[in-house]
């Protein structure tokens, strides 16, 4: 079971970094993007679909959440990791 401590920035940037539903919805959305612009509004719900993914992890019990503390620093992350994924799969995508 992992722990997840107050504020732990290595844990936070690794939760962001791997988390499955951000990369998916990041990839998915910039891929059908048209404009650049749409960009950072698939980064916000891929941010929003990667905290949904650790709160229902935290819920069900696959991991356990002793402190609050971390959750702001997680969305932000999500939004950069969000843009990063959503930046390439947009670039990469077939004209």
């Known amino acids: 079971m992992i722990a997840i401590n107050s504020f732990d920035p ?3 940037v690794l939760l962001s970094l791997v988390n499955p539903a951000l990369i ?16 950072p509004v698939a980064a916000f719900a891929a941010s929003v679909a990667g905290f949904l993914l650790y709160w229902v992890g935290g819920q069900v019990g696959l991991f356990a959440i ?3 503390g971390g959750e702001a620093f997680l969305i932000t992350l999500g939004f950069f990791f969000g843009l990063v ?6 670039a990469l995508r077939k004209r």
Do not use: E, S
């Open 10 to 12: 290595v844990t936070l």
């Open 24 to 39: 998916a919805v990041a990839v998915w959305m910039g891929r059908n993007a048209d404009q650049w612009q749409k960009l």
């Open 66 to 68: 002793h402190a609050v």
């Open 85 to 90: 994924w959503a930046g390439l799969a947009f």
